[in-house]
């Protein structure tokens, strides 16, 4: 069964995803959909993790010890958040193509570059073959403005998701489970996972 790899270049946990998916995305028929998490965060009317000071501190922290314990180099950007739309549009004008989103992953996260915006991107046009005025064009921004509205109109709550089927299966610590679920989606079928999906609420906040 083909899938669909919500992510964007703003979490880190996308990135320590992408280690892990991008030598199988072919075989296992994953398509990498690059979107912007923020409008999910608006839609939904939540805040981010990192928008959250005590949590921002401890998964920042996490994430050093996850990244070393895991041999994935990790640097983090000069800051964070940070606009991420350059870096969605310049991955986009590539095609998606799994070097690009490698090559833009990279200069974020392991080289600790910033990337909220043409300039700070400028490397990177050259080896991909983008055009710097590319992240400026009407087709790459519609793009991402459909593939968002595709994964808001899917249920997606966060970064990164595969989405096997109907099923949103959310977060780099997620990932065996996700890649069990796309070798047999039957697994979300058993009594207990079609039981516990339609749980009754005992009591509701507000």
């Known amino acids: 069964m083909s899938a669909r790899w919500y992510f964007d270049f703003i ?4 990135y320590l995803q992408w280690h892990k998916l991008r030598d199988v995305l072919e075989a296992r028929g994953i398509q990498p959909v690059p979107i912007l998490f923020a409008a999910v965060l608006d839609h939904l009317g939540i805040k981010g993790p990192a928008e959250i000071p005590a949590k921002r501190a401890f998964a920042y922290r996490h994430l050093v010890w996850r990244a070393r314990r895991d041999g994935v180099p990790l640097r983090f950007p000069p800051a964070h958040p940070f606009n991420p739309l350059p870096a969605l549009r310049l991955a986009i ?17 392991a080289q600790g570059e910033a990337a909220d915006s043409a300039e700070a991107l400028a490397p990177l046009f050259g080896r991909l073959g983008v055009a710097p005025e590319a992240l400026a064009d009407p087709a790459v921004k519609q793009r991402l403005h459909d593939n968002t509205r595709a994964a808001i109109a899917a249920g997606l709550f966060g970064v990164p998701t595969l989405a096997v089927g109907d099923a949103l299966i959310w977060g780099d610590d997620a990932h065996d489970f ?7 989606p039957a697994l979300l ?13 005992g009591v509701r906040r507000g």
């Open 11 to 14: 979490s880190p946990y996308s």
């Open 93 to 109: 004008a590539a095609g998606c193509a799994p070097d690009a989103i490698d090559a833009v992953f990279a200069r974020i996260w």
């Open 178 to 184: 996700a890649m069990a679920v796309l070798g047999d």
């Open 189 to 201: 079928e058993d009594a207990e996972m079609r039981r516990v999906a339609t749980l009754p609420e």
